[in-house]
């Protein structure tokens, strides 16, 4: 975990409440796709943790939602603004299991950490499937950008306007795969539990305190003990999910 | 350069900032990223006579300049505490810490202090008589007068450290309780801890937090902290430590003008995780700047 500043370098709208934004800053502490930052905004008390999209040396990528009054304030940001941030936060996914040819699955907002993920994967020269589950296509964003990692890509939407009609999990049917990662809303991420018929990994949201393991704000029962969302996880794995009705 | 040193119930402090239960951990998330012996203590999570989930999730929200927390004491027992967490500590932190309890009843107090009790590292045994976050123990011992005396006196008898006894601001009258808690035998008071609190969704129009209410911390509460602190610590004569909403190396300030011997930051943590370690580092300049020489001189100084 590094505390450092970071300067906006851009922050564009990919869909009508989804934005991503690029900044300049000190990205050392990042180690595995997968992992979040925490920003802290001005005149919020909280951080507001966002899943990295991507990073390399120096630059940072997020794409967020606007759900909420600190991600409306996020948006409403340009370039030069400077924003301190919590960098290197949670386990990311381990990409020592995937297998030869893993799938990964990603809804809506849950897209983005997906994308580093394939990046990394296609960069070891792995073959990659990628769902990407919307519930319309005017939500539809990264499209384009997982194709040009060279991944195979397919768009579901829920209301079969773009792509399969039907959820990120439909396309999975028939689908050869060695191994799964999917990241969306908890709905999503049960669907995908049932769905698949190989291990996986998922990753978790919750609300946090801290994001870095000090207050037990975000804890979850596994079958393997409880964990806290912001450093045991957000990355589960399949075997220890525990649902709770 | 003024002198930052205090001395808590017999025990000398290098400075007298301490990251409050409950949002430290056991110190090794924070020792990751800074000596946190440049502290004068902490006070480690929050521990119970058998271990504790907690309560459902979202545990966490937002407000203006402050959070609300229901965590609920989630915490590995006390038998664990020792076992594994203690031994974690004590490879990051060299000095007396303060050891935070919790309980159902009065017997479970008493056990978990007599154990803690007996653990070297551990200089001081502050009692929460005053958890908003748990049913049927916490905080209904730290809001009546006898019940508090009550768990004071138990713990009393079954150990040998000071026993600061951590009230509540969740009350009509706040003197007696403490005085209460002083009468048993208690060797000092902290305060204040979360005040009840309560958000709700707009949206869904259900309580943001699963238990529906919580504890409320952060900068807005601090005025409420130093008012409480200051009625407490003319009331008694026993070490006070203030806290609530305390985030810079000024509030410490006010916080000791009001009466407090030391000072824990408690919400502060969760945002910036080096506060503490920026407070202690602030302190001369802002001591300098009030021309405070020496920080124990200035307990109690506002009249």
Known sequence: MKQSIFEITENVALTKDVYRMKLAGDTSAITAPGQFVNILLEGRFLRRPISVCDWEDGILTIVYKVVGHGTEQMSEMSAGEKLDILTGLGNGYDMTLCGDKPVLLGGGVGVPPMYGLAQCLRQKGIEVSVILGFNTQSEIFYEEEFKALGCSVTVATADGSYGVKGFATTPLEGMDYSYFYTCGPEPMLKAVYKATNTSGQMSFEERMGCGFGACMGCSCKTLTGYKRICKDGPVMKKEEILWEA | ?303
């Not at chain 2, 050891?99 to 007599?114: H, K, L, Q, R």
């Not at chain 2, 154990?115 to 958890?131: A, H, I, M």
């Not at chain 2, 529906?212 to 130093?226: H, L, N, Q, R, T």
């Not at chain 2, 000024?250 to 000791?256: F, L, N, T």
């Open chain 2, 1 to 303: 350069m003024g002198s930052l040193n205090v001395n808590l119930c017999g025990i000398e402090l290098d400075n007298p900032i301490i990251p409050a239960s409950g949002t430290f951990g056991y110190g090794y998330e924070y020792a990751e990223l800074y000596d946190i012996n440049e502290l004068g203590t902490f006070s480690f999570k929050g521990t119970t006579k058998d271990p504790r989930f907690g309560n459902p999730t979202p545990r966490i929200a937002e407000c203006y300049s402050g959070m609300i927390n229901a965590v609920g004491l989630q915490n590995p027992g006390v038998e664990k505490v020792i076992s594994e967490e203690l031994p974690k500590l004590k490879a990051c932190f060299h000095k007396p810490v303060m050891a935070n309890v919790s309980g159902f009843s009065v017997e479970d107090y008493a056990y978990t202090c007599e154990k803690l009790d007996k653990e070297e590292q551990v200089g001081w045994l502050e009692v929460n008589v005053s958890c908003p976050n748990v049913h049927g123990g916490g905080m209904s011992f730290g809001t009546c007068p006898e019940a508090a005396a009550e768990v004071t006196k138990a713990v009393k008898a079954v150990t040998t450290k000071p026993v600061i006894i951590k009230l509540s601001p969740n009350v009509t009258d706040i003197v007696s309780i403490a005085k209460a808690c002083e009468d048993a035998g208690a060797d000092g008071i902290s305060l204040i801890n979360t005040m009840l609190g309560m958000r709700i969704n707009l949206r869904t129009r259900k309580p943001v937090i699963a238990n529906k209410m919580g504890g409320f911390s952060g900068p807005a509460i601090f005025p409420v902290a130093v008012r409480m602190v200051y009625q407490v610590a003319n009331a008694v004569k026993i070490p006070v430590v203030g806290m609530g909403g305390v985030s810079s190396a000024e509030d410490v300030i006010e916080m000791m003008l009001a009466g407090a011997t030391a000072v824990e930051v408690g919400a502060a943590n969760l945002v910036n995780p080096y506060v503490c370690r920026d407070i202690v580092r602030d302190l001369p300049e802002v001591m300098a700047k009030y021309r405070i020489n020496s920080l124990s001189e200035i307990i109690g100084g506002a009249k």
